[in-house]
């Protein structure tokens, strides 16, 4: 690195780069010196609650900052690979917002200029740092939950579709909705967890029950209602199978009728012992007595104990610690969202080769 404080510029000044400028500014080693919106109004809030130098209202002026060695994406998904693949062939690092791209292909055509470039990339997937699924990854390394054959990942929203009218809930600017939205985060994890991210087939359906009659509006996000269509899922299903026999289940749902107004967690069924990743559970029989326990924050070393993705992204730019999330992975979890999105429409069988 050509400093010792990496230098980041933020794409998109909307509801998520607050809590993100927050992160890297945490990092003693970083620190955010430029953003850019299209919206002035929420590029000068970003920047004045964050004490962000240098405010421009192009991609293309900020790219050109000579001291920009890092660049955050945050924008509508649509624009996540053009403006990534801008940003590499400036010369920048690169942490993308989830979810990587509308498809496949297009997240590839990005990860293979990151290779050209020599940049690193990743998404930063923040559900894989956070303390209990932390814990429970260590776990899983350990062999304390012995062979794991099955995960059920979900997360259920009874009323939380992101603004109405907003980028969110139109396909050509997010690509697809809770499936995109929120079934990303549980999928990587599920993946993360079982340490495979290479299925033989996967199977799909997604439903459109509530968003599109104006109905489950939740209140994330701020953009402004544009007026956009809604014509994404609101609620999705997914079954995923491994050349080892293990599987997982998925099911997210922006919008639902559920006792719970928000219920996710990530299970996690072994021979030896089960585990609920977000709540940080254990299950297992006490080897002595036989007796069945549940064990609340089992006490074990973890590898990222920061727990934030932009410290992992910045010590990894520093040569100090290992990137969680490498681009192979990133683009494993694409394949895997378009093979739903694929089988959700043909309403067969998608097979990986
Ligand atoms: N990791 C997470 O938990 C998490 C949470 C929320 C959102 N996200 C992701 O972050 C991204 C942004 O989401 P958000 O919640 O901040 O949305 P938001 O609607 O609050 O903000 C989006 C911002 O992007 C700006 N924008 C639109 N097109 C742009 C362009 N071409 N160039 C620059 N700026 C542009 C808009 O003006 C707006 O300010 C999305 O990809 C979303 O999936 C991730």
């Not at 649509?78 to 979810?99: D, S, Y």
């Not at 609101?234 to 639902?256: E, P």
Request: some cysteine.
């Amino acid at each position: 690195m050509k400093t010792e404080q990496i230098r980041f510029g933020f794409l998109g000044a909307g509801a998520i780069s607050h809590y993100s400028a927050g992160s890297v500014n945490n990092h003693p080693g970083a620190k955010v010196i430029a953003a850019q919106d299209l919206h002035p109004q929420r590029l000068a809030d970003l920047c004045a609650a964050h004490q962000i130098p240098n405010a421009y209202a192009t991609a293309d002026e900020l790219l050109a900052n000579p001291d920009i060695d890092a660049v955050y994406i945050a924008v509508p998904n649509k624009f996540h690979v053009p403006l990534t693949i801008q940003a590499l062939k400036a010369g920048k690092h690169v942490i993308l917002e989830k979810p990587f791209a509308l498809n496949y292909a297009e997240a590839k055509e990005a990860a293979d200029v990151a290779r050209q470039m020599g940049k690193v990339l990743t998404l930063g997937m923040n559900q894989r740092f956070e303390k209990f699924p932390q814990r429970t990854k260590a776990l899983v390394e350990r062999g304390d939950l012995g062979e794991v054959y099955h995960i059920k990942a979900y997360w259920f929203r009874r009323s939380g579709i992101p603004k109405l009218g907003t980028w969110f809930g139109n396909k050509s600017l997010s690509g697809a909705g809770a499936l995109y939205d929120i079934g990303v985060h549980y999928l990587d994890l599920a993946l993360y967890l079982l340490g495979d991210f290479k299925p033989v087939s996967v199977s799909g359906a997604t439903y459109t029950k509530f968003g599109h009659l104006g109905l489950g509006a939740g209140s994330w996000g701020k953009s402004d209602n544009e007026g956009h269509v809604f014509d994404v899922d609101d609620f999705a299903t997914g079954f995923i199978r491994f050349a080892s026999g293990a599987t997982i289940s998925l099911d997210v749902s922006w919008a639902c009728h559920a006792e719970e107004h928000d219920r996710a967690d990530v299970q996690l069924y072994g021979t030896k012992a089960g585990a609920q990743a977000r709540a940080g559970k254990l299950f297992r029989p006490d080897p002595a007595t036989g007796e069945y326990n549940i064990i609340q924050e089992p006490n074990i070393d973890v590898r990222y104990p920061h727990g934030d993705r932009f410290h992992n992204f910045i010590n990894h730019l520093l040569n100090e610690e290992e990137l969680c999330v490498p681009i192979e992975q990133a683009l494993a979890v694409q394949r895997i969202l378009d093979g739903l999105n694929a089988s959700a429409v043909t309403g067969r069988e998608v097979r990986f080769d």
